[in-house]
């Protein structure tokens, strides 16, 4: 578009310097005509007295009568002068007129010449005829003026030698000298024509170029989309165009004369003046945001640009200003700020309201599927153990939707923590099919897993997380997929990425549904098939995915369904451990045990019972409970337990206090705190990390990490460095 513009822009100025060009030539065709139209006046009384004064008579004997000469100043002279006089009224500017003119003129030079009887100083008339003549910058006018001179010298040399060479008989050599003065003559004429020419056309293209510059900028200025102005050196408007005027309310007239500070915000008016300075001092060019006072008292919020317009010499002439209109751009900011502000409240509400919920939902929970675990450890009949595995695989399903509603929800508030390091896709991967296969085998499905990487190759991602996405479609490669078949697992690299394949040969997607594939709670029409399902698992594979950098989609086979997942291959930490030279850890073996203290503060009688049932069988443990957080504090400061075992919502105090009190107290600031709570939130749990708690558990309990953590904390023991790995 830009050289469109430029194409078109040096179109209009060529033409417009042609225009000029002819304009002044014509001119000058006109003015030197009238010249020559006054030229001719005077030459033909001029001639006229000539033959008065040298040869007013002619005798024969003692009769005089007028000369000849008389006759031929007045009538030839009158012929000669009349015709191009006329000529310069009727067709001014000619081509006609210009060569009969330089006929006529070297017909006149001829006509004295004669008169003088040949004299040699008439003869300068020729040349300055020639001269003159080049008045009019057309060299081809001197074409016909000096054949004239030729022609007249050549015959009247021959047949009237002393008309024109003042003797009686002349050399045809002489001829041809004058000819060649003439010529000599006519070549520097034309040199000098053409170089005008040139110097015409020069001087034309440069004043079309600024008038089609000027009026370009005439034109933007004027008609600009922003206020734009011409402001002097005093800070006074001298030009603004219309949308200036618009903006502030002023017309030009108004705002002409008026300084710019008397328009000015009042708490603009010190910035501007600096920013004036600081233009004029050399700084090219400034954009920044200015208030202006309108013509109603209203204030205009602006974008102003201003520069300074100098001279050759880079002396400041004047400003020029640029403002463009963001009053409402500064309302959509004031009321996004206030839908953002909103937006947080309703995020931090629904935050506070699924932080409830999960409470609410996982406390009973915790009794559900806690007792359903104690009663799995015990010896009950085959119909006992169904029932019992029935209410654990609901609470567990509960416990899904729960955790997967959560995880969407912390995803889209950018509360969920990842920890994004070097994944063993190899180990993960069999981490999650040993998980799946007793699934599948109940279906009589076989999985075939084809590694096309080394089992060793690492990828950047959240272990944890990772095995959720892999679990999630594996699950639902089980469950939609037809009895008997197979499903395929295949992982390859691709340039720097691991993709990760999964496919079954069940009923597929519908093309219609595909592009409904990763929304929540949408099951695709599968949940009138009967399979159990939350419509929530590829919605949280995909964000999950994506939040750890990676990418998901489905390959759209002809038969069955293949999801796949994509991650950057990276070093693996035994290759960078190794390459680094950094030591190993090693812990120490474990001695004997002796009875160590837990003391568990907790109002929830269920919970408590849990707690006592799992730990029942463990004879180095000796448990205490307290259902307040004050008695809580007074037993851990008469006990001194080994650790602690906290819930977080108690009904005198809350854990967060009692676990304040506890890391305040020199008694008990050294004993570990194990935070044991429904709040599985982020942000919850990093506060009270960082409070002092030892470690956090989330309810439902997970009964073999739970007695891991609870050991680890009773038989602490430091690790020993050994030999580099």
């Known amino acids: 578009m830009f050289k469109l513009n430029s194409e078109s822009s040096g179109q209009e100025s060529s033409a417009h310097a042609e225009a000029l060009f002819e304009a002044h030539r014509h001119e000058i065709f006109c003015k030197t005509d009238q010249l020559f139209a006054r030229l001719m006046i005077v030459q033909w009384f001029a001639g006229i007295l000539m033959a008065l004064l040298i040869s007013p008579h002619t005798w024969t004997g003692q009769t005089s009568q007028v000369h000849i000469h008389v006759w031929a100043a007045v009538f030839l002279g009158g012929a000669i002068s009349l015709f191009p006089i006329w000529l310069t009224h009727a067709w001014p500017g000619a081509a006609i007129t210009r060569y009969i003119i330089a006929t006529a003129q070297m017909l006149m030079s001829a006509l004295l010449i004669g008169l003088t009887g040949g004299r040699i100083e008439t003869h300068f008339h020729v040349f300055v005829s020639l001269v003159i003549l080049s008045f009019y910058r057309d060299w081809r006018v001197l074409i016909p003026a000096t054949v004239v001179v030729g022609l007249d010298h050549f015959l009247r040399g021959i047949y009237w030698p002393f008309s024109v060479y003042g003797v009686l008989n002349a050399s045809p050599w002489r001829t041809l000298e004058h000819a060649t003065w003439v010529v000599f003559e006519d070549i520097f004429l034309v040199i000098s024509c053409l170089r005008s020419i040139r110097e015409m056309r020069s001087i034309a293209n440069r004043t079309a170029e600024l008038e089609v510059s000027e009026r370009n900028f005439r034109e933007t200025f004027e ?42 915000f009042p708490d603009d008016i010190e910035e501007a003046r600096q920013l004036a300075k600081s233009l004029l001092n050399g700084t090219k060019r400034y954009t920044g945001e200015k208030r202006y006072i309108q013509k109603n008292k209203d204030v205009l919020w602006a974008s102003r640009t201003a520069s300074v317009i100098r001279d050759k010499d880079d002396q400041p002439r004047h400003f020029l200003i640029m403002v463009e209109d963001i009053t409402q751009r500064k309302k959509a900011a004031t009321a996004l700020q206030q839908a953002k502000d909103e937006a947080e409240r309703a995020n931090n509400a629904k935050s506070e309201f699924l932080s409830r919920m999960s409470h609410e939902l996982r406390t009973p929970l915790n009794a559900i599927l806690g007792f359903s675990q104690v009663l799995e450890r015990q010896e009950l009949p085959l119909v006992q153990r169904e029932r019992v595995g029935h209410i654990y695989r609901a609470g567990q399903h509960l416990l899904s939707l729960i955790n997967e509603v959560l995880e969407i929800s912390r995803i889209e508030t950018g509360r969920i923590q990842l920890s994004v390091e070097p994944v063993c896709m190899g180990d993960a991967l069999s981490e999650v099919l040993d998980i799946i296969r007793p699934l599948a085998s109940q279906r009589r499905m076989q999985i075939e897993r084809n590694d096309f990487v080394s089992p060793e190759t690492n990828i950047l991602a959240d272990r944890q997380r990772l095995k959720q996405v892999l679990l999630n479609i594996l699950s639902n490669a089980v469950k939609y997929n037809c009895d008997g078949e197979r499903i395929a697992v295949t992982v390859e690299q691709r340039t720097a990425h691991l993709r990760l394949s999964i496919s079954d040969n069940g009923p597929g997607i519908p093309p219609d549904k595909r592009n409904r594939l990763f929304g929540a709670f949408d099951r695709l029409g599968a949940e009138v098939t009967g399979t159990q399902g939350t419509g929530l698992g590829l919605a949280l594979s995909k964000r999950l995915t994506e939040a750890m950098g ?40 474990a001695p004997g045990r002796e009875v160590k203290t837990l003391l568990y503060i907790e109002d929830n009688v269920s919970n408590l019972t849990l707690i006592e049932h799992l730990l029942g069988d463990e004879q180095s443990i000796k448990l205490i409970s ?95 460095v050994c030999a580099t790995a």
């Open 223 to 264: 008609e600009a989309p922003i206020g734009m102005a011409v402001v002097g050196l005093d800070e006074t408007f001298l030009h603004a165009n219309a949308r200036l005027c618009q903006l502030l309310g002023y017309s030009d007239e108004e705002l002409a004369g008026l300084n710019t500070e008397e328009i000015t």
């Open 550 to 589: 990676g990418k998901i989609g489905e390959s759209q086979p002809d038969k069955g369904a293949s999801f796949w997942v994509e991650f950057p291959i990276v070093a693996s930490p035994r290759e960078r451990l190794v390459s680094a030279g950094r030591p190993t850890l090693v812990p120490f073996a």
């Open 626 to 720: 307290a259902m307040q957080g004050l008695l809580g504090l007074e037993l851990a400061s008469r006990h001194r337990p080994d650790a602690i075992l906290l819930d977080l919502h108690l009904p005198d105090i809350t854990g967060a206090e009692v676990l304040a009190r506890l890391k305040a107290d020199a008694r008990t600031s050294t004993i570990p705190v194990i935070v044991l709570s429904a709040d599985a939130t982020k942000s919850q749990i990093d506060r009270l990390l960082a409070a002092g708690a030892s470690d956090y558990l989330t309810k439902p309990l997970d009964v073999e990490r739970f007695l891991k953590v609870i050991d680890q904390h009773l038989h602490a023991r430091a690790p020993l």
